[in-house]
């Protein structure tokens, strides 16, 4: 069934609740202004009169933006690429939409709450690096993303192997680093995990492409 009004849309829908709809304001508030002076990321959306849409990273130190008194958004311009595209779109449009976004941690500092940002970001790399580890094995051979050595490259078998070897060890090394996050334990560590779990994944490769390689010219030196 093709849905072409908003009629047609609002029938598979409930009505929106008052608090859904008295959340629109006109004009920013003393939290919006609070949120955007804590926000060191925003996307700026825009589209040109063709409704081709656009979205564009901005970023910095919070407060980068300023709000002024009378509710105009000062963003800073940064060197680009140059194509001007977010620039163009508005001059075309005279609209723009704006996503500001922020790290807890950023705002539970800016709450006045005592927080170690490195210690919380060294456990948020732990986690990722556990994250990651669990989908290595996962991972087909390809030339972007992954363990990628000659020899993993040169052999399916290879790859396989490597990459399951490579992922527990990732995952020990996010365990590693995250405890000492929590810990406080030095970053001394968290590195030589991390750097040990990389090398002995190449290592590793080249060891295991040495084995399936070495059988393969054994099992067809000895063929009849």
């Known amino acids: 069934m093709d849905i072409t009004t908003l009629e047609m849309l609002r029938e598979h829908y409930a009505e929106p609740k008052e608090r859904a709809v008295r959340k629109e304001i006109r004009a920013l508030d003393v939290h919006c202004r609070r ?3 804590l926000s060191p990321f925003l996307i700026l959306a825009t589209s040109d009169k063709n409704h081709n849409m656009d979205a564009s990273p901005r970023g910095g130190a919070p407060g980068f933006v300023k709000v002024t008194a009378d509710g105009a958004v000062l963003i800073p311009d940064a060197p680009g690429n140059n194509r001007l595209d977010s620039f163009a779109n508005i001059l ?81 090394a996010g365990l590693v680093l995250f405890v000492l996050a929590v810990l406080g334990g030095g970053w001394v560590v968290a ?15 080249y060891l295991v492409y040495r084995r399936v390689e070495g059988f393969k010219e054994s099992a067809s030196r000895s063929a009849p």
Request: a positive charge; aromatic letters at 10%.
């Open 191 to 205: 590195v030589i995990a991390i750097g040990s779990a990389t090398v002995l994944s190449v290592v590793y490769s």
């Open 35 to 37: 949120f955007i002076g």
């Open 92 to 172: 075309a449009t005279r609209k723009v939409g704006l996503l500001f976004l922020i790290h807890t941690l950023g705002l539970m500092q800016g709450m006045g709450k005592p927080v170690d940002v490195s210690r919380g970001v060294a456990a948020g790399v732990g986690v990722l690096l556990v994250i990651l580890g669990n989908f290595m094995g996962k991972v087909t051979r390809n030339f972007f993303v992954g363990i990628r050595t000659p020899w993993t490259l040169a052999s399916e078998e290879v790859w396989l192997r490597t990459h399951r070897f490579g992922g527990r060890l990732f995952v020990l």
